[in-house]
């Protein structure tokens, strides 16, 4: 009995070909990476059933369980329903049919850092932004990367997404609260660009090198700085790991809202449409992005798009990376 | 004026004297009741303030001598005669001069400490705070950071004074060590008469005190002079406080009985 | 003496009306403003409507603020005068505050009105104009150790207040509230009851005079590496009164500015530098002992009575969980030849 499949489909269910014949992978997606105990029982459960018991933990989030026979593609399927319902469908995600697994998986899980549930850095919930992104860009074709990391620590590596969010805060100073005793001033020329100063006995923030950590607020010992009201993300656009050119992403929008950054993402996906080279297996967003050039990305982007009236955004952007065809250069030491 | 102890009025400059490099002594216009050992307020606006012992006074005069070590005390030093110098004071508990009068009494004075004790040398050797018998031991580190060589040339003629440095250094052929080890050569036949102030650095105060009590003088007749952070110089900042001691109100002169006491 | 029933919306009716005559502060909650994303601060803030009074969390920060603000002009000066400010709103002040730090206010009168023999002038114009309402306080927050501190009752207000549920209780002992309390409540019987039991107790010293050994004791030593010298603590603490004084002048005219005083406080680096570079309080463990010997035992010798009230402030905001109460104990321990650990 020889299996005949539709190598697309399958894919594209999140099943993937793997190395053994006739046995595949699922991948379950756990958008900003939170999950509770029942759940992991579920996944474990599949895996025992399905697969030989082993699972693996993906570098995005998510688990993917090996070694399951193509035949039990079905029933695995109807084993990840409760899954779909509680992760996908609870959060807002438009799925038609639950019970037949995932309906794609082109855009990969959406990972997060811990966020603001546990990490005092974190400047917002990182998972529930995961959650309300899934919503919008899920179910989509198209190979994309989106992580969301609490503040400029970026503990989650959004620097090597196709859209790396970093959730930052505008801190606001009360003058006649604050004692100058340097608290903030110190942290931030230790740990951050130094955008504080003191004048005086008071602190001056040079708003242009202020990255929106939140550094002096958790250093005030008399909350003299705190977060202004309203969330605002740093959104990287077109960092990458990979064969050709691995590189960085770039900040294309900073102290932007929730509403800018989700549009953005969105709209996207429509230039993808319209850029992409279809003659290629897949051509990754950043090498779109390389051809039409980043002006025309950024009007298509930012079409419709209104921005708050805190918003900056990057005039030009250079990637910093390197190009593995330099690889010539390494030689063999003598 | 208002009432309000923190309002710093304005006084003339009348006088400036170099006293070394970065010390000098400026006269100021001013008619006030004090006590030798006080001390002032001294400010000025955009900079700030600081506590500047009374180093001398007179009926309409009054002297405060500056080292230049920072902000304030070095924008002090580049007024000039005419210009206008904040204070308000006088403040704290100066020497007590009941106690002192008619005693023998010991004055030891090192580096800055010279200036506090300057107006009770004064007033002693002019014969206006009568006492038994005065010995003057000043130290200072070098021949160039010798403060009031005028007076100490006067007070030499009319007291028994012994002005030492640190070290021997060319040029100088005077006394040189340690006040303590002017102290311990010191021959007090009834150290129970006798009254002792002393007034330096920390620990310059911590040994000179030392070498009194092995001596023999009771802990009750040795004084000596605090300087600590101060603010408000009212008892109200906190910054001078040490134990429940507020060297501002309490201090800066406190008896050695108490003062011994005090840990920071 | 005399006491009311409201429904709270009766109450809510009162406050409106006190609020004609009076700004009324007390514990309010800001959302979003605490030191994490996502959390709130409470703090004392003029309240809008009775709506804002926070009554389920601890404030982070005290009522000193309405007597002794973190930052407070003292003089306006130019180069040949300071003149001393006016007041911005002059008005008399309410404020709803807890057992604790009613008690907490008395400790700083005796600093700021009696010590050194002068009364201060910026404290006492504020504190001449605030009038106590009590909040009823049955039920310790955490960490609170008032009742081991004898802070926990007071007789020093002007009215107190039960919120309890949709209902709320009134004694009145101030006659001049009486018309305005008695129009809107039913007359009731309500008493304040004080919390008689905290989770947390602090045994204090009984020494008279604290020995010279224990300035320098060993057990000071753990905090040189524990505390971190942010300050919280000090300004978190009711009772705490440090102040530095600077000078600042403004940009567009170089000739004219400000006095004003900060708080300070004797964790922070800077406390006690003298010229020269010396500091006397260099490590955070001298600083931790000159702090608490300063709530618990000098205090006590200069005014007669503990300068910490208990309301457990500093354990609340230690990002470096240092516990001041259980430091207490362990000094008393240790005093009474026992463990220091
Ligand atoms: C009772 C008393 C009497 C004094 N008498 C004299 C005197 O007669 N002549 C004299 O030159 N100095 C005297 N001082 C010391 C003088 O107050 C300080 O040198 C002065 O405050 C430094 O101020 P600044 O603005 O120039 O220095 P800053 O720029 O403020 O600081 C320079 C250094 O001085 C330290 N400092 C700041 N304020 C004080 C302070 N109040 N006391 C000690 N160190 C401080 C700073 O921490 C820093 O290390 C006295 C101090 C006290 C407490
Ligand atoms: C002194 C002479 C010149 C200098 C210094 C110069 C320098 C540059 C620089 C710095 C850029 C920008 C590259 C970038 O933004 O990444 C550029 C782009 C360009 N130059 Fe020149 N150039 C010179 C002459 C010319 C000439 C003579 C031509 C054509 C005849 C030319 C054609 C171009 C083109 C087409 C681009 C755009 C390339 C792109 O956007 O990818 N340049 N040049
Ligand atoms: C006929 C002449 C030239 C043509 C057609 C030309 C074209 C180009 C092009 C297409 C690029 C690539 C830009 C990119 O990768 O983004 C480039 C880059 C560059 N050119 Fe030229 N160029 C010319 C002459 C010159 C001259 C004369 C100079 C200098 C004297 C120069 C300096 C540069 C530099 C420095 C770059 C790199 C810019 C960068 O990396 O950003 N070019 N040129
Ligand atoms: S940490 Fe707070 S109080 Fe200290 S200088 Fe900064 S703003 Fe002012
Ligand atoms: S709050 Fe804690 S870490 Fe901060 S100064 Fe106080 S004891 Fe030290
Ligand atoms: S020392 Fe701590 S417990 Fe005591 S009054 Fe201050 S903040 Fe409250
Ligand atoms: S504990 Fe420290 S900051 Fe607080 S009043 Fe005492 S000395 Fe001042
Ligand atoms: S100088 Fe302010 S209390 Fe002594």
């Given at each position: 009995m020889s299996l005949d499949l539709n190598r697309k489909t399958v894919t594209k269910n999140a099943f993937r070909i793997t190395k053994r014949r006739n046995y595949t992978?699922?991948?379950?997606?756990?958008?900003?990476?939170?999950?509770?105990?029942?759940?992991?029982?579920?996944?474990?459960?599949?895996?025992e059933q399905f697969g030989d018991g082993n699972l693996h933990i993906t570098t995005r989030q998510g688990f993917e369980i090996p070694n399951i026979p193509f035949a039990k593609m079905a029933e695995v399927n109807a084993a990840l329903r409760p899954l779909i319902e509680e992760l996908e469908l609870e959060h807002g995600v438009k799925i038609d049919n639950p019970a037949a697994g995932y309906p794609a998986a082109g855009m990969r899980n959406i990972s997060a850092c811990i966020g603001n549930r546990t990490c005092p850095f974190a400047n917002t919930d990182t998972t529930g932004l995961a959650q309300r992104i899934e919503a919008v860009v899920y179910p989509h074709d198209f190979h994309t990367k989106i992580?969301?990391?609490?503040?400029?620590?970026?503990?989650?590596?959004a620097h090597m997404q196709d859209f790396g969010i970093i959730a930052i805060c505008i801190p606001e100073y009360d003058y006649d609260q604050c004692i100058g005793c340097e608290a903030c001033v110190k942290a931030c020329q230790r740990k951050v660009t130094g955008a504080l100063d003191m004048n005086g006995s008071k602190v001056v923030r040079d708003e242009r090198r202020c990255i929106g950590c939140g550094e002096c607020v958790l250093a005030c010992p008399i909350s003299?700085?705190?977060?202004?009201?309203?969330?605002?993300?740093?959104?990287?656009?077109?960092?990458?790991?990979?064969?050709?050119?691995?590189?960085?992403?770039?900040?294309?929008?900073?102290?932007?809202?929730?509403?800018?950054?989700?549009?953005?993402?969105?709209?996207?996906?429509?230039?993808?449409?319209?850029?992409?080279?279809?003659?290629?297996?897949?051509?990754?967003?950043?090498?779109?992005?390389?051809?039409?050039?980043?002006?025309?990305?950024?009007?298509?982007?930012?079409?419709?798009?209104?921005?708050?009236?805190?918003?900056?955004?990057?005039?030009?952007?250079?990637?910093?990376?390197?190009?593995?065809?330099?690889?010539?250069?390494?030689?063999?030491?003598? | 004026m208002s009432g309000n102890p923190y309002q710093p009025f304005p006084v003339k400059i009348t006088k400036i004297v170099s006293e070394s490099d970065v010390?000098?002594?400026?006269?100021?216009?001013?008619?006030?009741?004090?006590?030798?050992?006080?001390?002032?307020?001294?400010?000025?606006?955009?900079?700030?303030?600081?506590?500047?012992?009374?180093?001398?006074?007179?009926?309409?005069?009054?002297?405060?001598?500056?080292?230049?070590?920072?902000?304030?005390?070095?924008?002090?030093?580049?007024?000039?005669?005419?210009?206008?110098?904040?204070?308000?004071?006088?403040?704290?508990?100066?020497?007590?001069?009941?106690?002192?009068?008619?005693?023998?009494?010991?004055?030891?004075?090192?580096?800055?400490?010279?200036?506090?004790?300057?107006?009770?040398?004064?007033?002693?050797?002019?014969?206006?705070?009568?006492?038994?018998?005065?010995?003057?031991?000043?130290?200072?580190?070098?021949?160039?950071?010798?403060?009031?060589?005028?007076?100490?040339?006067?007070?030499?003629?009319?007291?028994d004074m012994t002005l030492t440095i640190d070290k021997p250094q060319e040029g100088w052929n005077g006394d040189t060590g340690l006040v303590t080890e002017h102290i311990r050569r010191l021959k007090l036949?009834?150290?129970?008469?006798?009254?002792?102030?002393?007034?330096?650095?920390?620990?310059?105060?911590?040994?000179?005190?030392?070498?009194?009590?092995?001596?023999?003088?009771?802990?009750?007749?040795?004084?000596?002079?605090f300087e600590r952070l101060m603010s408000c110089g009212l008892g109200k900042c906190g910054h001078c406080k040490i134990d429940s001691t507020y060297i501002c109100v309490d201090g800066p002169v406190m008896n050695l009985s108490h003062a011994s006491t005090l840990i920071d | 003496m005399s006491a009311y029933d409201y429904s709270r919306e009766e109450f809510a009716a009162v406050f409106a009306e006190l609020q004609k005559t009076y700004q009324i502060y007390g514990p309010k909650r800001f959302v979003g403003r605490g030191r994490f994303s996502d959390t709130d601060l409470v703090r004392y803030a003029p309240l809008a409507s009775l709506d804002e009074l926070e009554l389920a969390e601890k404030s982070s920060l005290s009522p000193k603020s309405l007597?002794?603000?973190?930052?407070?002009?003292?003089?306006?000066?130019?180069?040949?005068?300071?003149?001393?400010?006016?007041?911005?709103?002059?008005?008399?002040?309410?404020?709803?505050?807890?057992p604790c730090d009613i008690n907490g206010i008395a400790r700083l009168d005796k600093m700021f009105l009696e010590n050194g023999g002068q009364a201060d002038p910026y404290y006492q114009r504020r504190r001449q104009r605030l009038h106590f309402f009590m909040i009823e306080c049955r039920e310790s927050f955490e960490n609170c150790f008032c009742v081991s501190m004898k802070s926990n009752t007071t007789d020093n207000y002007e009215v107190a207040l039960r919120f309890a549920g949709d209902r709320v209780a009134a004694q009145i002992k101030d006659q001049r509230y009486e018309g305005l309390f008695g129009q809107k409540g039913r007359a009731g019987s309500f008493s304040p009851e004080f919390v008689s039991e905290n989770d947390k107790?602090?045994?204090?010293?009984?020494?008279?005079?604290?020995?010279?050994?224990?300035?320098?004791?060993?057990?000071?030593?753990?905090?040189?590496?524990?505390?971190?010298?942010?300050?919280?603590c000090n300004t978190s603490c009711v009772t705490c009164s440090c102040f530095s004084t600077v000078d600042l002048f403004y940009a567009d005219s170089r000739q004219c500015g400000e006095r004003r005083r900060v708080w300070d406080g004797c964790h922070l680096d800077g406390f006690s530098d003298m010229a020269g570079g010396h500091s006397f309080r260099k490590n955070k463990g001298e600083r931790m002992r000159f702090k608490a010997f300063h709530k618990i035992y000098d205090f006590r010798k200069r005014f007669g009575f503990d300068m910490c009230v208990g309301c457990g402030r500093c354990d609340d905001v230690c990002p470096e969980y240092i516990s001041f109460s259980s430091c207490i104990n362990k000094l008393s321990r240790t005093l009474k030849g026992g463990s220091d650990k």
């Open positions: 992978a699922i991948r379950i997606r756990v958008p900003g990476g939170h999950l509770n105990a029942s759940q992991i029982a579920r996944i474990a459960k599949i895996a992580a969301i990391t609490g503040c400029p620590n970026d503990c989650i590596k003299a700085w705190t977060r202004k009201p309203g969330k605002y993300y740093r959104l990287l656009v077109m960092g990458r790991t990979g064969k050709k050119n691995p590189r960085l992403a770039m900040p294309f929008l900073d102290r932007v809202n929730e509403e800018v950054v989700t549009k953005v993402i969105a709209n996207t996906m429509a230039y993808v449409d319209r850029y992409i080279l279809r003659c290629l297996p897949k051509e990754h967003i950043g090498y779109i992005v390389d051809r039409t050039g980043f002006n025309v990305f950024r009007d298509e982007v930012l079409q419709g798009v209104v921005l708050n009236p805190e918003a900056r955004m990057a005039k030009t952007i250079q990637w910093p990376g390197y190009n593995t065809l330099n690889d010539a250069n390494l030689k063999t030491p003598k | 010390e000098f002594t400026m006269t100021v216009d001013a008619s006030l009741d004090m006590v030798p050992g006080q001390f002032f307020q001294i400010s000025l606006p955009k900079i700030g303030e600081a506590p500047i012992s009374i180093s001398n006074y007179g009926k309409n005069w009054l002297q405060f001598t500056i080292r230049a070590v920072g902000r304030l005390t070095g924008a002090i030093q580049s007024l000039r005669v005419g210009e206008n110098l904040f204070i308000r004071g006088p403040y704290g508990h100066g020497f007590p001069v009941e106690k002192l009068a008619n005693s023998n009494l010991i004055i030891v004075a090192g580096g800055s400490g010279a200036a506090p004790v300057r107006p009770l040398v004064s007033q002693i050797v002019a014969g206006t705070l009568p006492v038994k018998s005065l010995k003057l031991i000043t130290g200072f580190k070098s021949k160039e950071s010798i403060l009031f060589t005028e007076d100490i040339q006067s007070w030499k003629q009319k007291c036949d009834l150290p129970d008469d006798y009254q002792v102030i002393v007034v330096g650095p920390p620990v310059m105060m911590k040994f000179a005190t030392a070498e009194f009590r092995l001596l023999g003088v009771p802990v009750d007749n040795v004084w000596v002079s | 007597v002794f603000p973190a930052d407070e002009t003292i003089f306006h000066f130019n180069d040949h005068e300071f003149s001393q400010p006016q007041l911005k709103e002059n008005g008399e002040i309410i404020v709803l505050l807890r107790q602090v045994e204090l010293p009984t020494v008279e005079t604290m020995p010279a050994e224990m300035f320098n004791h060993k057990m000071w030593e753990e905090y040189d590496s524990r505390c971190i010298a942010c300050g919280r």
